[in-house]
């Protein structure tokens, strides 16, 4: 199990650093009612990315089952490496001059989201993100594909998942502790990340995927 803990990390970091759930998270959090509205979009996300990693792993033991062949995550793997790949590469065409990065409009208009709307926004940043997706099943597939029992995989799972969620959960829960200090901090963050979100998926697609495919080929 130690092995396929640690081929899903890698992707769960790379989870954990995709910028859209952090800039979301710092706009509740920076907003009136940002406390009530990040709790339950942590909670939404953490729940999401579970059963979203449950799914991929789930089916990816049916297919295996199925077609009895030992090789298919492997390969499956490596299609998806060279896909995160082509994608970061994908991020670095400059941009027409003149253009500043700016928010979705959909995004800018959640910092007054309401609680239960918080809920729903944290399950679309994670449902409506293909790289981050991406991420994901690239991480089912190894966990379904490793002959693991289904505590095994449930507790990969979870900890698939209390490493991606950190970057919510830890700001959330230093706002809670302290907003006077922590507040300003992630205003800054999300600017920050909001005009260089191109750069920083760039660098995570490629090394991402260039370790998916690495781990991949050497199964074969």
């Known amino acids: 199990m130690a092995e396929v803990v640690g081929a899903a990390l890698p992707l769960a970091v790379a989870v954990a650093l995709s910028p859209l759930p952090i800039i979301a998270l710092a ?4 907003s009136d009612r940002g406390r009530a509205s990040g709790v339950t979009f942590v909670v939404g996300r953490l729940l999401t990315l579970a059963a979203l990693l449950g799914v991929v792993v789930a089916a990816s033991d049916v297919v295996e089952h199925l077609l009895g062949s030992s090789e298919l995550p492997a390969w499956v793997r490596i299609v998806l490496g060279a896909a995160l790949m082509v994608l970061g590469l994908t991020q670095w065409r400059p941009k027409p001059e003149g253009e500043s990065a700016s928010l979705p409009g959909w995004l800018a208009s959640i910092a007054d989201a309401t609680p239960a709307r918080g809920l729903g ?5 994670t449902v409506a993100n293909p790289k981050e997706l991406a991420f994901v099943l690239a991480a089912g597939v190894s966990v379904g594909g490793a002959a693991l029992g289904f505590v095994q995989e449930v507790v990969v799972v979870l900890a698939f998942v209390l490493v991606g969620g950190l970057s919510v959960v830890v700001p959330l829960v230093a706002t809670l502790v302290a907003p006077a200090r922590v507040v300003p901090w992630l205003d800054r963050l999300r600017e920050w ?3 260089n979100t191109s750069l920083v998926m760039g660098v995570l697609l490629l090394v991402i995927g260039a370790t998916v495919l690495g781990d991949a080929i050497g199964e074969l």
């Open 27 to 30: 706009l509740l959090l920076t």
């Open 193 to 195: 990340l909001t005009a």
């Open 121 to 125: 926004v944290g399950a679309l940043v």
